[in-house]
């Protein structure tokens, strides 16, 4: 007799929970437990399967490659709370303020370094709201440009190397780390750049949607200027080339980059003399609360895992997924809509954990190259933390913006950037060259 109506209820159950406002993690575990006990009281569930679970947990805890996680994480919670980000970003906003639409323009560029350097999104949309979003409010910006090209811009931490996504996506779909890095590469400047032209068009269209900062708003000129440029961007810059060229040359793995980029943001923050025990202690307590948060949920996810995979769901899910109508296009159609609405709702961890393991078998079969399945869903990720009206980036952005900004008017503006992602998400679809060519070049 099978059972596999028991695993579709199990999902179902999960969900329930989840949508209930469950932890992630503990819906996780306990819809095993209870489903493994039906399994087990109905003869649908051998116990046996448990045996794998402590061989697995203890894999993850020595898995190399999930070091960098915590190392990416303290880089960006240094730069963020020595206040090196906020320096770097007044610093370019100076640099392109005269520019028509310039401090939009800065905006995505630092939205770009600091995606390159943190990986964290939250931390990148409240700093540029905070910082930049009155700047441009009190010049005479469109309210919706200025908060569309906060969130869009601030959220490229999905996408662009050292992204926690690919370090999770690598884990859960089985591609290194630095397959997954070269690949986001240019879909990840891809984005950043058409963020760049549409705030350049509409600024040339509708010049009195984003002015150029008037005279006396630019504080810095000449040597002055000069001095803050060569303290406040080129390290940043310096310490991006060395994480990332790094891994790409194959001098070091994503991991020992991210120590040596760990390292070297608190060199940064001693040389500005922003150092301190406290800003060590609160870098560290933010690491540690993150990569926990992660390793938990990937414990009770491998235990639900197991469970799902004993009462036939991830053979099930194989099946339905393998026998679509349209093959490979079919498969890539639903998986995207899948993770889309999954990531309206959900943190992009939780959706890695829930769905990657139902995915990755059904790709393999249908001969889908990992790495660039692996970045379609990354952009996708991306898009879902934008869109209207529960994109987490959006929430971001309104716990820091001014009164004189309506809800209305943030999800408003993340609107065209959200039409942009889903434009380069068919290009990349349609090009898989644009993934590809450097995991040959650099990957592997």
């Not at 811009?153 to 070269?182: E, K, N, R, Y």
């Not at 036939?312 to 890539?332: E, K």
């Not at 790495?371 to 009206?389: D, E, G, K, R, Y």
Request: glycine share 10%; aromatic share 10%.
């Amino acid at each position: 007799m099978s059972y596999e109506w028991l695993a579709i209820a199990m999902f179902a159950g999960f969900f329930v929970l989840l949508m209930s406002g469950y932890p992630v993690a503990f819906s996780f575990a306990g819809t095993a437990f209870i489903f493994g006990a039906i399994g087990l009281a109905l003869g649908a569930f051998n116990l046996d399967l448990l045996r794998a679970l402590p061989n697995r947990w203890f894999g993850t805890m020595s898995d190399f490659t999930l070091l960098a996680i915590p190392f990416f994480i303290f880089l960006g919670a240094v730069l963020e709370k020595s206040g090196l980000a906020e320096e770097l970003l007044e610093t370019i906003g100076i640099l392109l303020g005269p520019l028509r639409g310039g401090i939009a323009l800065a905006v995505v560029l630092v939205g770009t370094l600091l995606a390159a350097t943190t990986g964290v999104v939250a931390a990148t949309v409240i700093a540029m709201g905070m910082i930049t979003l009155p700047v441009m409010l009190r010049y005479g910006y469109d309210k919706e440009l200025a908060t569309g090209v906060i969130t869009a811009s601030g959220t490229l931490a999905q996408m662009i190397p050292p992204s926690l996504v690919l370090v999770v996506l690598s884990d859960q779909i089985g591609v290194s780390v630095g397959d997954l890095f070269a690949g986001a590469l240019i879909p990840g400047l891809m984005l950043s750049g058409s963020y760049a032209l549409y705030c350049l068009a509409i600024a040339y269209i509708k010049p009195n949607y984003a002015p150029a900062l008037p005279l006396e708003a630019r504080s810095l000129r000449g040597m002055a200027l000069a001095r803050k440029v060569m303290r406040a961007l080129v390290p940043p810059i310096v310490l991006i080339l060395v994480v990332l060229g790094s891994i790409f040359l194959g001098i070091a793995t994503p991991t020992e980059a991210g120590g040596v980029g760990a390292v070297g943001a608190l060199l940064l923050a001693a040389a500005n003399r922003r150092f301190s025990w406290k800003l060590l202690r609160d870098a560290s307590d933010s690491t540690l609360r993150t990569t926990a948060l992660v390793i938990i949920i990937l414990f009770c996810s491998t235990l639900f895992s197991l469970v799902f995979d004993g009462l036939g769901g991830t053979d099930l899910i194989t099946r339905l997924l393998t026998s679509l109508p349209g093959g490979t296009v079919a498969f890539m159609i639903v998986s995207n809509i899948v993770v889309f609405l999954l990531g309206i709702f959900l943190e992009f961890v939780e959706i890695c954990f829930i769905v990657m393991p139902l995915f990755v078998p059904a790709a393999t079969l249908l001969g889908i190259d990992l790495a660039w399945f692996a970045v379609v869903m990354a952009i996708n990720l991306q898009t879902a933390f934008i869109s209207p009206p529960v994109g987490f980036s959006l929430f971001y952005l309104q716990s820091v913006a001014p009164k004189e900004v309506k809800t209305i008017q943030i999800h408003r503006g993340a609107i065209p950037f959200m039409v942009i992602q889903l434009i380069i998400l068919v290009v990349v679809m349609i090009f898989p060259q644009t993934v590809t060519w450097l995991v040959v070049k650099w990957g592997g």
